[in-house]
């Protein structure tokens, strides 16, 4: 590496093919812009929580090509979208859109972690997730709000997103 003030300054642009996959996916265009600065994970809620979710050793992962492992991980699904790293971020890379890319090739090829799955099969079993835990109490309250106490409204919205989004209205 030539450490003078002369001849053509070395630049680094990483990129593997799943970056770029990435990057021709709505909302993955700014992958390439990443600098890896650790911005992103210092600025992060879920982050700051556990210590399995790191947004700048995911967003390495897919500039170093590791499609298979980002995509049967977890850890893109973590992220909130909160948009905390972008606000902070000094190249304007927007983590959220990027996971959302990455979410968005993993759900295509089916790999949806199973408690995602499972709140959208609830989703579809109930029309909502709380079904379950609704009581006289929220009844009353959603009375006292002038809201539907009655919230068989759902099925309609559970019929028109099964025919919208799954197979023969059966999933």
Request: charged letters at 35%; one cysteine or more.
């Amino acid at each position: 590496m030539d450490t003078t003030n002369e001849g053509p300054a070395i630049t680094h642009e990483p990129s593997s093919d799943f970056a770029r996959e990435i990057e021709r996916e709505p909302g993955g265009a700014g992958i390439m812009k990443c600098i890896q600065c650790g911005m992103c994970t210092a600025s992060c809620m879920v982050a700051s929580m556990t210590e399995r979710y790191r947004p700048r050793k995911l967003i390495q992962k897919i500039l170093l090509g590791k499609r298979e492992e980002v995509l049967a991980s977890e850890l893109p699904w973590l992220c909130m979208s909160c948009k905390l790293c972008e606000e902070r971020c000094q190249e304007d890379v927007d983590l959220s859109e990027i996971f959302t890319a990455v979410r968005e090739i993993a759900a295509r090829e089916g790999h949806i972690p199973p408690v995602y799955r499972q709140t959208v099969d609830k989703v579809l079993e109930d029309g909502w997730l709380l079904k379950d835990s609704y009581t006289d109490f929220e009844e009353d309250d959603r009375d006292d709000l002038g809201l539907h106490t009655d919230l068989n409204w759902n099925d309609k919205f559970v019929k028109k997103l099964r025919k919208k989004y799954f197979k023969g209205g059966k999933q």
